[in-house]
């Protein structure tokens, strides 16, 4: 079983930046890869980024949201099991609650989520 515990949601202004943490425990926490949703009201649940980790340094590779290309930024702490999201130049679409997700092995975990909101 693992556990991920998110932090670093607020209210902001359109044009900040937030950082988002996830961290990961549980017994044998082996992370094959972590990852941030969001979801606003009355939309799905959809992808913002994801980091695919490697064993190999240097070798995690990461995939972003098209509409966050260029603004966001995920990133991993290995020793502490702890994903990052860095958000800047916000928007007011990027309002929702953002959901960490970690997988492991075939399994898939999600934080409770913490909610982001940006005002004009």
């Known amino acids: 079983q693992v556990q991920l515990v998110e932090s670093g949601g607020g209210l902001v202004q359109a044009g900040d930046s937030l950082r988002l943490s996830c961290a990961a425990s549980?017994?044998?926490?082996?992370?094959?890869?972590m990852g941030w949703y969001r979801q606003a009201p009355g939309k799905q649940r959809e992808l913002v980024a994801v980091i695919t980790i490697s064993t190999i340094i240097g070798g995690d590779y990461t995939n972003y949201a098209d509409s966050v290309k260029g603004r966001f930024t995920i990133s991993r702490d290995n020793a502490r099991n702890t994903a990052y999201l860095q958000m800047n130049s916000l928007r007011p679409e990027d309002t929702a609650v953002y959901y960490c997700?970690?997988?492991?092995?075939?399994?898939?975990?999600w934080g409770q989520g913490t909610q982001v909101t940006v005002s004009q």
């Open positions: 997700h970690a997988r492991v092995g075939l399994s898939g975990y």
């Open positions: 549980g017994s044998a926490v082996r992370l094959a890869a």
